[in-house]
């Protein structure tokens, strides 16, 4: 075994410095995306937030199934279907499909998804986490 990170659970948990330790604390969504003058492009979105890199840099992103939330189509960073709904008593997990790849949601049981159904999805721009290759 390598040693990969050293931290306490809080940081290890939300930031996390590659993927493999992401995954290991728990479910994780990895946006591959290039750095443009506005912010993060992907997929079928844009993240309007400041870069450390230089524009046309492609990296990849890392968020948790928590911090993503269903918006209005104005507030979007995502759009995508509804491709599975798991019910977990306090929560459900909805797996949304966007542009031919799974996204995780994390939200209250509030609201019944259907397969198909639409969403907007927003992202917690602080806790967006930019993932290293190691």
Request: charged content about 15%; aromatic content about 10%.
């Amino acid at each position: 075994g390598e040693l990969q990170q050293i931290g306490t659970p809080p940081s290890v948990y939300h930031r996390p410095v590659n993927e493999y330790v992401a995954g290991f604390f728990g479910k994780i969504n990895v946006l591959e995306a290039t750095v443009t003058n506005e912010g993060y492009s992907f997929r079928d979105g844009l993240i309007e937030a400041p870069s450390d890199y230089k524009t046309g840099t492609q990296l990849k992103l890392m968020v948790r199934p928590e911090d993503m939330q269903i918006v209005s189509k104005a507030e979007a960073h995502i759009t995508g279907k509804v491709s599975h709904s798991f019910y977990f008593g306090s929560y459900q997990q909805v797996v949304v499909d966007v542009a031919g790849s799974p996204i995780i949601l994390r939200t209250a049981n509030t609201e019944t998804f259907v397969e198909g159904q639409q969403l907007f999805l927003a992202i917690n721009r602080q806790n967006l986490v930019t993932l290293t290759n190691s």
